[in-house]
């Protein structure tokens, strides 16, 4: 049963994703139609959204480890914030509290995680909201350039603006 859930839900998956193009993150939307992908059926959505929840945990540890392989105080202050303060479960149940906010749809599921955890660590709700506004502000910045350029011609872009800035 078990091998047959992990096949489904990497099926799901691989739907979801070959279906939206120019897609970076999971937001709002994704994760309320993973009541779809799950057949309604509540310990396959939790999976599907645990698996979601443990993958980019996984990988922002594996990155940290790499960038503090190059840089160790680089990597520390870029991967400053708590983000595993909760649990997968207690993370997947505020993510699902945070997203009934239909306000909050179009932020990512990453940023997502980070103010999940800041309201677990009692943040001020003005820096809360500070960071919920302003998330939302580089994610529909990102999305209208997206509209205007390739991914590739966006990312290199960005790529050269940074590496200008660390030569001043």
């Known amino acids: ?11 799901s998956f691989s739907f979801l994703f070959s279906q939206q193009e120019n897609r970076l ?9 993973a009541e779809q992908l799950g057949n309604h059926n509540p310990e396959m959505v939790y999976r599907i959204k645990a698996a979601y929840v ?5 990988g922002r540890l594996y990155y940290y480890l790499k960038a503090w392989e190059a840089q160790s105080e680089f990597a520390d202050s870029l991967y400053s914030e708590t983000i ?17 906010d239909p306000l ?8 997502a995680m980070l ?23 580089w994610i529909n910045k ?12 966006l990312l290199d872009s960005k790529v050269e603006k940074h590496l200008d800035k660390d030569k001043d």
């Open 25 to 33: 993150f999971w937001d709002g939307g994704d994760w309320r139609r």
């Open 104 to 111: 909050h749809v179009y932020v990512p599921v990453p940023s």
């Open 115 to 137: 103010v999940a955890n800041m309201y677990a660590e009692q943040i001020p709700m003005q820096v809360i909201d500070a960071y919920i506004k302003q998330t939302k502000f």
């Open 54 to 58: 443990n993958g980019v945990l996984d």
């Open 142 to 153: 990102l999305i209208l350039d997206l509209s205007e350029e390739d991914l590739k011609e």
């Open 84 to 100: 595993d303060y909760l649990s997968t479960r207690e993370l997947v149940r505020s993510l699902d509290n945070f997203y009934k």
């Open 1 to 11: 049963m078990k091998k047959y859930s992990l096949i489904f839900i990497c099926l």
